[in-house]
């Protein structure tokens, strides 16, 4: 008997793929699909942020004053804006997803438009939440 | 499964006729439902970290313990978490196969309940801890 070959290297198994993204020329929607997928995985390591300040606040005054201090420094501040723009952003992106599941803003125009204020919206949310933040402490 | 490999049917053609699974529609769903949760939850979410941001330790303690803020957040961790395990298991269904991706399923699955259970942990002991 012939030896088998590895399943996918067989002639039968190797289909034609289609082209994938950077075959395409950049386009707001595609860059915005990206961009909710990105945020959406950078909000799933980020959570590790909210359980370590939780996590200090509960384990007492050092702790805390200590997660404080790294939040509070340069690239903790750094991190908590991308954190900051990343949440909103994703909010937004599924806001328009939303706009979609009842059927509307499929139209050329629409779709054009959503994917732009996606990103005006999450920028100027953040910059916003940031002032404020900096005025409050 | 690997005598699947030999075949030239299409994946639609080997399952049509065989029936529902029964949950084919159960995660779109959730992820919207807790996607809706999110976005009042997460705004309420920011407006307590800048709340937070300002103060020292006993204002922060007061801050999370007050039974508002300590709803919100519960909820909030509770819907965050499984919308991330929905979302992450769509990335992962992408890109990994094979065993590894059943391994990448199970992981995820372990992260996301060590994250809820970690954060509802800290939420809980800083409001009934005696702290």
Known sequence: ?137 | MASTKHSLRTPLGRVRGLGSARSGTSHFWHQRLTALANVPLALAFIAIVVCAAGGGYDEALALVRSPLVALLLLLFILSATYHMRIGMQVIIEDYVHGGAKVAAVIANTFFALLVAAAAVFAVLKISFGGM
């Open chain 1, 1 to 137: 008997m012939a030896e088998a070959k590895a399943p996918g290297t067989r002639p039968e198994d190797i289909r034609p793929l289609s082209p994938h993204l950077q075959i395409y020329r950049w386009t707001w929607t595609m860059a915005m699909s990206v961009a909710h997928r990105v945020t959406g995985a950078a909000l799933y390591v980020g959570t590790l942020l909210l359980v370590a300040w939780l996590l200090a606040l509960a384990s007492g005054p050092a702790a805390f004053e200590t997660a404080q201090w790294l939040f509070g420094s340069f690239l903790g501040r750094l991190i908590l804006f991308g954190y900051t723009w990343a949440l909103l952003h994703h909010m937004f992106g599924g806001i328009r997803h939303f706009i979609w599941d009842v059927g509307l803003g499929f139209d050329a125009p629409a779709r054009q438009n959503l994917a732009r204020m996606t990103l005006i919206a999450s920028a100027a949310l953040t910059l916003l939440v940031w002032v404020i933040g900096y005025a409050v402490s």
